[in-house]
Every structure is written in structure tokens, then in C-alpha cells.
T-cell receptor, first 114, second 115 residues
């Protein structure tokens, strides 16, 4: 079973700051997801990555498969970005990982102050 | 499309009671799953289904049953509720488990309290 670690656990920043959230995992994966959970509780998919880099608006996600590491960046952060950001991985079943479903990190609680 | 819907949003049960959490999706997704979210822990997989008539256990299946009689619906049954089942439950779906380039869609969650 994959072990997914996120850092930091909590992050408070000022509006406009550049934000980086990190995710590392222990065994090979076929995909990595970044999810956003707002205080109301709903979970929204931000990115699905299997290699390289993706960008959507002010959000950028990167993955380094060799180092088993991914980062989520937020540029020009805004109070509406305040949420819990969750990294989740799907094991590479072809490598014998076998775990079904996604394995989730515990999340990074981000607060952006005006 | 309504996406993934869950009912109820909130539920309080007494120990020993049974109930069914409903989940439905209208995207013709093959793969559906149930997760529970507890404070200080990541979401954990309870049960999943790769298509109508096919279900399997996840990481924490004890105390829960599922069935998948149609592509759209994937109900989760609590057989005899226990306080340890107090949690927030999320249903999720995606096009296919076996194609890496899929997106996960989550329902709004059901907050369950067992007293």
C-alpha cells in the first residue's frame, strides 16, 4: 500500500503570496490527483497527473516520477483559495502494487488572509 | 448532468440501527467507490465497483455492504451502526478504473453520527 505524505499540514499566508504544497509517495503510481475541499465539505478534482506539469488559471501542478514527488503551486493567492488541498495516488497495478481505489494524503489546510 | 448525488446530507443513528446511504451518477461511469473521511486521516476506501453486478472490498469494509444493480446507483448499507462509523462518507465515480487518464468526481458527502 502506498504511503502518501503531504507538507505542510497547515499553511497561513497573505493574499498575493506564492503558495507551494508538496506531496510524496512511496511506491510507483499510474496517476496522481490534486483535490480541493472547501469548508462546506465538497471535494473537487483540480488536476490528474501522470507526468510533467499542468496549469489551470493560477494553479500549477508538477510531478517528478523518479523522485516520487508532486507539488501544487498557487500564484497570486486569494482568500477564496482557502481550503484543504488533498493529494491522492493510484498505485501502478502493473508493478504489483495492487491497491485499488485511491490512497489519500491527510491534506494541507491553507488559509489566505486578506 | 447532475454529476454524483448523495442522500441524505446528514443523518443521526442510534447504535444498532441500519440504514442505506444513497449514491447515484448520471455520467455513465463504470467505476464507483465509497470513502470515509475521519479527522486527522486521509479518505479511506470502503467498497468499490467496476461495473454493474461487480463489487469488491476496499481498505475498511467491515460493517458495510454494497450492491451495484445498475450503472447509475451504488448504495452503501450500514448493517448495525456503531459509534466508530461516525464519519463523513463520500461517493465517487470515474469513467474507468483501468484507464489512467480519468477524472474522479465526488458527491457532496453524507455526515453520519452514530450515538
Amino acid at each position: 500500500k502506498n504511503e502518501v505524505e503531504q507538507s505542510p499540514q497547515n499553511l497561513t499566508a497573505q493574499e498575493g503570496e506564492f503558495i507551494t504544497i508538496n506531496c510524496s509517495y512511496s511506491v510507483g503510481i499510474s496517476a496522481l490527483h490534486w483535490l480541493q475541499q472547501h469548508p462546506g465539505g465538497g471535494i473537487v478534482s483540480l488536476f490528474m497527473l501522470s507526468s510533467g506539469k499542468k496549469k489551470h488559471g493560477r494553479l500549477i501542478a508538477t510531478i517528478n516520477i523518479q523522485e516520487k514527488h508532486s507539488s501544487l503551486h498557487i500564484t497570486a493567492s486569494h482568500p477564496r483559495d482557502s481550503a484543504v488541498y488533498i493529494c491522492a495516488v493510484r498505485d501502478d497495478r502493473g508493478s504489483g502494487g495492487g491497491a485499488d481505489g485511491l490512497t489519500f494524503g491527510k491534506g494541507t489546510h491553507l488559509i489566505i488572509q486578506p | 448532468n447532475a454529476g454524483v448525488t448523495q442522500t441524505p446530507k446528514f443523518q443521526v443513528l442510534k447504535t444498532g440501527q441500519s440504514m442505506t446511504l444513497q449514491c447515484a451518477q448520471d455520467m455513465n461511469h463504470e467505476y464507483m467507490s465509497w470513502y470515509r473521511q475521519d479527522p486527522g486521516m486521509g479518505l479511506r476506501l470502503i467498497h468499490y465497483s467496476v461495473g454493474a453486478g461487480i463489487t469488491d472490498q476496499g481498505e475498511v469494509p467491515n460493517g458495510y455492504n454494497v450492491s451495484r444493480s445498475t450503472t447509475e446507483d451504488f448504495p452503501l448499507r450500514l448493517l448495525s451502526a456503531a459509534p466508530s462509523q461516525t464519519s463523513v462518507y463520500f461517493c465517487a465515480s470515474s469513467y474507468s478504473r483501468d484507464i489512467p487518464s480519468y477524472e474522479q468526481y465526488f458527491g457532496p458527502g453524507t455526515r453520519l453520527t452514530v450515538t
